[in-house]
């Protein structure tokens, strides 16, 4: 969980700096709740995650089945919300979102790999 923290800091940091300074169209203003709502759903799959191991780990395949299904449904409900109130500029937002998806995912999945290669 701390690896995802220092990458949500270190993301953070960029996005500060390259809105503040440069001021790029291509970063939607809302993206800081983008950011807050990744590091929360990967706080909430670290939890589950080492729930699922804790016991069995025969249990890991359907508790990291559940998690990424998890996932995919709190971001529909976040952006649907967000697209709900009326948001100004919703394809950047999605935009920035999926790429957030991404990055949060394929750092998830270094995690992982690292983690079962070592056990």
């Known amino acids: 969980m701390l690896r995802t923290v220092y990458a ?4 953070g940091i960029v996005l500060f700096l390259v809105q503040h300074f440069f001021n790029p169209a291509w970063i939607h203003y809302q993206i800081w709740y983008i950011l807050a709502f990744f590091l929360g759903v ?3 799959i670290h939890r589950l995650m080492e729930y699922g191991l804790r016991d069995n780990s025969k249990k890991f395949v359907s508790f990291y ?3 990424i299904v ?5 971001s529909i409900i976040f952006i649907a919300l967000f697209l709900y109130n009326g ?4 394809f950047i937002f999605v935009i920035n979102f999926f790429a957030l998806y991404l990055f949060y995912t394929g750092f998830e999945i270094y995690g992982l790999y690292c983690n079962l290669r070592r056990d």
Not at 87 to 90: F, I, N, R, V
């Open 8 to 11: 949500t800091i270190s993301i």
């Open 42 to 44: 990967s706080f909430l």
């Open 65 to 67: 089945l559940t998690t």
């Open 70 to 74: 998890g996932r995919l449904i709190l």
């Open 87 to 90: 948001l100004t500029d919703s």
